[in-house]
C-alpha cells in the first residue's frame, strides 16, 4: 500500500528544495507523483513550490481530471500524464525552470557531451524539444519523440522536466542538469570547454554498461554513432530550431567496434585511472543520495 500522505510529504520537500535552488521562482514548476494505476498526486497551481503543505496536494486521474483536493491543480499536469503513458514504469516527475539548464532552452543550444564523468554516465545526451505553448496536450507532445531515450528533456524556451522512479530520482536529473550547464557557462567564460579524448569517452560507456544504466548508444541502433557529437537526438534539432553556436563541436569520436549487442568490453581493464573513475563517480552518487 502507497502511504499517499508521506508522498505528499516527499512532494513538499522537493518542492523546498526547487525553490531554494532556484528553480521555481515565484510559483513556477509542478510535481507530480503516481500512486497507483489511474491515481496520480499532483502540485497545485499558484502556489510556490517551496511552502506546500501535504494538504495543498491535489489528486488527480490520467485524463488529467481533479478527483481530490482543496486547491486547482497545476495547468501543465498533461506534460506529466503523457510521460507516464509513455514510460508506465515511471512513478513522479518534476518540472521547474532551473536557469542555467534553461538558458540553453532559451539559446536553443545543445548540451555539450563527452565534457564530466558523471554527465556522461548518468545523463548522456539531453534533447531539446520543440516549442509549443504550455498547458495543453501539444505541449505534452513535445516529450513523445524522446521520453524513452532520457530521463531528462530540455523544453524550448521554457525549462525542463525530469522524471524517475520516485520524486527524488525525479528531482536528482533535473540538478544534475543545472549543475553541468552552471559549468558549461563558466568554462566558456574562462576561454574554452576541453573534451574528453576517444579512449575515456567510451571507458565511460563501457562503465555505464556495467553499472547497469541504459544509453541509447549502448543499442544496435546507435552502435556506429560518433559518441560525443549528440547524435542520439540529433535528427530532431531542425525541427526544434537546435543548433550548436555557443560551443564548438567535439572532435569525431565513432563508437568503438566492440561495442556490440548493447554491451562492449573497457579499453582500459583493471587501470588505475578506471579505479579512480569509478570511486569518483560512486561519492558523487553517494554525496547525492545523502543530501
Not at 140 to 156: E, Q
Not at 174 to 202: F, P
Not at 270 to 281: K, P
Amino acid at each position: 500500500m502507497v502511504n499517499a500522505h508521506k508522498v505528499k510529504q516527499d512532494i513538499c520537500e522537493i518542492g523546498r528544495r526547487l525553490y531554494n535552488k532556484g528553480f521555481a521562482a515565484a510559483n513556477d514548476g509542478n510535481i507530480t507523483v503516481r500512486i497507483s494505476d489511474n491515481e496520480v498526486l499532483c502540485t497545485p497551481t499558484m502556489h510556490s513550490k517551496g511552502f506546500l503543505k501535504p494538504d495543498d496536494i491535489c489528486t488527480i486521474d490520467m485524463t488529467g481530471k481533479q478527483t481530490a483536493g482543496r486547491k486547482k491543480r497545476s495547468s501543465e499536469a498533461l506534460l506529466h500524464l503523457e510521460i507516464y503513458k509513455q514510460r508506465p514504469e515511471l512513478k513522479s516527475v518534476v518540472h521547474c525552470h532551473p536557469p542555467h539548464a534553461t538558458a540553453f532552452a532559451v539559446a536553443r543550444e545543445p548540451i555539450p557531451q563527452c565534457v564530466l564523468p558523471e554527465v556522461e554516465v548518468f545523463l548522456g545526451d539531453v534533447p531539446i524539444t520543440k516549442y509549443e505553448t504550455p498547458g495543453g496536450q501539444a505541449f505534452a507532445d513535445t516529450i513523445i519523440p524522446f521520453v524513452d531515450k532520457s530521463n531528462v528533456i530540455i523544453l524550448a524556451n521554457h525549462g525542463t522536466v525530469s522524471f524517475g522512479e520516485d520524486v527524488e530520482k525525479a528531482y536528482w536529473w533535473t540538478e544534475i542538469l543545472d549543475a553541468y550547464c552552471r559549468i558549461l557557462m563558466l568554462s566558456k567564460q574562462l576561454g574554452r570547454v576541453n573534451y574528453l579524448d576517444q579512449t575515456k569517452s567510451q571507458e565511460l560507456l563501457d562503465l555505464k554498461d556495467q553499472w547497469g544504466f541504459t544509453d541509447p548508444r549502448l543499442t544496435d541502433e546507435y552502435k556506429n554513432c560518433d559518441i560525443c557529437a549528440n547524435d542520439v537526438f540529433r535528427e530532431s534539432w531542425a525541427n526544434s530550431g537546435v543548433e550548436r553556436t555557443a560551443f564548438d563541436a567535439p572532435p569525431a569520436m565513432p563508437a568503438a567496434s566492440t561495442a556490440n549487442n548493447g554491451s562492449s568490453n573497457s579499453t582500459s581493464g583493471n587501470s588505475a585511472d578506471e579505479e579512480r573513475l569509478v570511486q569518483m563517480i560512486t561519492e558523487q552518487v553517494m554525496q547525492q543520495l545523502r543530501s
